[in-house]
């Protein structure tokens, strides 16, 4: 239906006129912004481009039906994703969303020291700005599982239009369209917001959990890294946690070793630097920021009624905040502070914790479900080359990043995939059903065509490791049959074969595995954790009861690992399917991509910044007599400071300069607490940091010019 007449007032929402019930107009993301900014949370400026723009224009371009048509084809995941985005790509913007996005990227360029003199004319208040802001771009999606593209360091209009339909065509890539048809979605759930903020030129940044993920205690967990957010992304660049409690005392800390730091450089590029020892080693956050980044954490808390995720930015000595999400307790886990099952200092010994090893683990059924279809699909049309090369191109690329890959055989469940071609029909009671090792038994050329898969990668890197398990097992003599055809399939010595451990049936023969030669057993969490209680996590009316660290759980752990002391065997842990072992701030896939080749690079190439280069990058603001974390005992209380207010820039913030009201303008320039803050949180009120001398600016992360 065309929206000819729709208001152009629809297309643009400032933060100021959403809140956290308009998902639907904004997205996830956008309206979590919105209720942050209008509860004076410091949330950098900006607007949405809402999903009703969005909707003008697949409409305004006719491309609504044949995108519908597109995701109901037989076509496979590459194929549709790659046929919805060229289509996309090649529609214009229409005007009336140009226009409504011009208009609020001009108000957004305002500078703020302007407004306190600015007359009451607006116009003249557009003015008084000078360079457009650099903003960031990014996808704000009805369904937080979809996941949408970010675009950091924006600046002007040319080529926006181009930048927007990319975020748009973001909501169909090859992963959100499994998750589609995995959950039988309509086009309608695909819909997509896009936030525009005022990029912040952050010397840290990080994650907060407001409730430790794992250990589901009140304790707060801080990430943090030098540079922009984008920094957690990249691999093997280690974030420093900390463990805090609702007092606000450092329990537990751990500096890791920060490799890279992404900075914006000289010339406005956003970029990776790779860091020197003594700056990969040196504290990110002080004790001030710690404490007041656990204020801030416990606002949000306290305001949305349930633990949140909450990304943050350090600029100087503004903190502010990115994004808040309440925090998913199935598939979020934090390892760096993860108590043993067993309190025994010998629990691990001869065996691995899943902390200790590298984000290498592959699900088969993640490589082939890609092409959008099923094994049974290739095995029916004589195609198991094809499902070998599938497998295979999927390995090779994880074996060229890590030196060591574990992999688990395909675990098909009848419901999460009956949207693959050529999947049989839906099971009654699939979590009990035809799926892992047994359906490879009973079909074992696509089980032998998997281990062949992994056997070509292992040839071709042969000083490599790789292991090999059997997915949902419960007997011994299903790993014996198992073992005979990767003997029959001639695994080179790079590779072991073991058992994943998924079902209380399989906690319980540990012994006969042994006895099998099995080489290892992986615990595989999730399916654990589901068997064990009877709980589908899936189900939302008992998804509440679904709990890793439920003791019968935490017994079946400590069993196998127990076992596999006595027997020398080794054990580790299975990530599960969606876990974050680091955090991952809103999924940038523009940072990924860019550096790309900068990853590939040899480090001992890359230029490296010492200490003293990063110390006016990432130490402006370090307190004379600064609160350090000791986790050897309590700390003296100290008091929390105030928040600093979020910035006011929208419609009504001009009405008020038209009628000669000031005060929310002024309060940009105020650090002090409103009379509302000192009612909430009296005991909460503290002096401000001591200012430092200011460093002179540094070539490598100029300050923004727009601050």
């Known amino acids: 239906m065309s929206k000819e007449g729709v208001d152009s007032g629809d297309y643009v929402k400032w933060f100021s006129e959403l809140n956290k019930y308009n998902f639907d107009v904004a997205g996830w993301k956008g309206a979590n912004l919105g209720e942050l900014y209008r509860e004076k949370f410091p949330v950098p400026p900006g607007f949405v481009l809402t999903c009703e723009a969005f909707d003008f224009f697949l409409d305004k371009n006719g491309i609504r039906e044949r995108i519908n048509s597109i995701l109901s084809s037989s076509d496979s995941l590459k194929d549709k994703s790659s046929q919805i985005r060229e289509l996309i ?52 999606p009805i369904n937080e599982n979809i996941k949408t593209k970010s675009l950091l360091n924006v600046k002007g209009m040319p080529g926006i239009n181009k930048k927007i339909k990319s975020v748009f065509s973001s909501a169909f890539s090859e992963d959100n369209l499994e998750y589609y048809g995995r959950k039988s979605l309509s086009l309608n759930d695909l819909r997509v917001g896009v936030v525009i903020q005022k990029m912040i030129d952050s010397q840290k940044s990080g994650r907060i959990f407001s409730k430790n993920p794992s250990q589901k205690d009140d304790n707060i967990i801080i990430k943090g890294i030098f540079g922009l957010g984008a920094g957690l992304t990249l691999r093997g660049n280690e974030p420093d946690t900390y463990l805090m409690n609702k007092n606000f005392d450092i329990l537990k800390s751990k500096v890791n070793n920060k490799t890279q730091a992404v900075v914006r450089d000289s010339s406005g590029d956003i970029r990776p630097v790779a860091l020197g020892e003594e700056a990969r080693t040196h504290e990110v956050l002080s004790g001030y920021e710690l404490k007041r980044l656990g ?27 990115l994004q808040t999400k309440a925090i998913d307790f199935k598939k979020t886990r934090i390892e760096e502070f993860e108590e043993s099952p067993q309190e025994d ?76 071609e050529g999947s049989g029909d839906k099971e009654r009671n699939p979590s009990q059903g035809y799926r892992g090792i047994r359906f490879g038994l009973k079909n074992v050329d696509v089980l032998e065509s998997e281990l062949k898969a992994v056997k070509e990668v292992a040839d071709e890197f042969p000083e490599k490791k ?79 009861l679904y709990d890793e660290a439920h003791p019968a759980v935490l017994r079946s752990i400590g069993h196998v690992f127990d076992k ?3 027997n020398n065997l080794k054990a580790d842990i299975f990530e599960s399917e969606e876990q974050e072992q680091v955090p991952n701030i809103d999924e940038e896939e523009v940072i990924l991509s860019a550096l790309e080749e900068e990853e590939q690079e040899d480090e001992k190439s890359a230029e490296l910044y010492t200490m003293q280069q990063v110390k006016s990058m990432f130490e402006s603001t370090k307190a004379k007599d600064e609160y350090r974390p000791d986790v050897n005992g309590a700390k003296d209380k100290q008091d929390i400071p105030s928040l600093n207010e979020a910035i006011p820039i929208g419609q009504e913030h001009f009405k008020d300069i038209e009628n000669g009201k000031k005060e929310e303008v002024e309060i940009i320039h105020s650090t002090e607490e409103t009379p509302e803050e000192n009612e909430r949180k009296p005991e909460e ?7 430092e001398e200011e460093e002179p600016e540094s070539e490598v992360v100029p300050e923004d010019e727009n601050k």
């Open 685 to 691: 009120k503290i002096e401000e940091e001591p200012p």
């Open 345 to 420: 200092e010998d629990f691990t010994e001869g065996t691995e914790k899943e902390s200790d090893l590298p984000d290498n683990v592959v699900k088969i059924e993640d490589l082939v479900k890609k092409k959008g279809k099923h094994p049974l699909y290739f095995l029916k049309e004589n195609k198991m080359q094809d499902y070998i090369a599938s497998i295979h191109d999927g390995l090779k690329k994880v074996a060229d990043k890590f030196n060591e890959v574990k992999i688990r055989t395909s675990d098909f469940r009848s419901d999460k995939h009956a949207h693959l």
């Open 564 to 566: 596999a002391h006595e």
């Open 89 to 140: 790509g090649k529609s214009e913007i229409p005007k009336e969303i140009k226009e409504a996005f011009s208009e609020a990227y001009d108000v957004l360029d305002v500078n703020k020291k302007s407004l306190g003199t600015a007359s009451s004319d607006a116009l003249s208040i557009l003015q008084n700005s000078h360079e457009p802001p650099f903003i960031s771009i990014r996808g704000s």
């Open 466 to 544: 790789f292991s090999v398990a059997a997915a949902h097992l419960i007997s011994a003599d299903e790993f014996r049959k198992f073992k005979q055809i990767a003997g029959e399939v001639g695994m080179p010595n790079n590779v072991k074969v073991g058992a994943m451990i998924e079902t209380p049936a399989a906690v319980h023969i540990v012994d006969e595995l042994c006895q099998e030669g099995v080489d290892f057993v992986s615990i595989g969490l999730e399916n654990l954790t589901r068997h064990t209680l009877a709980v589908d996590e899936d189900n939302d009316n008992i998804s509440e």
């Open 295 to 321: 204020q801030i954490a416990m606002s949000i808390d306290e305001h949305y009624g349930e633990p949140q995720e909450i990304d943050f930015a350090v600029d100087g000595r503004e903190f502010f905040v």
